[in-house]
């Protein structure tokens, strides 16, 4: 359960990273405006930083990152 929750608050970190240097990196507030691969790669690569940790499971960083 401990490793769930940490999954969990990394990936809402990141997730919350992503929307919030959106502006910086493409101009646009949402990420999913823009025509660049931005925020499908900011996904990823969110996704695979908190699965580097063999204990986190896929649910967790699924729901953190939607958060």
Excluded at 12 to 35: H, K, Y
């Amino acid at each position: 359960m401990r490793q769930f929750l940490l999954g969990l608050f990394v990936s809402t970190l990141l997730g919350a990273a992503i929307l919030f240097f959106s502006p910086f990196f493409i101009g646009e507030i949402e990420p999913w405006i823009s025509d660049t691969y931005y925020y499908t790669g900011a996904l990823l690569l969110a996704g695979f930083i908190v699965l580097i940790d063999r204990h986190a499971s896929y649910e967790s960083v699924f729901i953190g990152i939607m958060l």
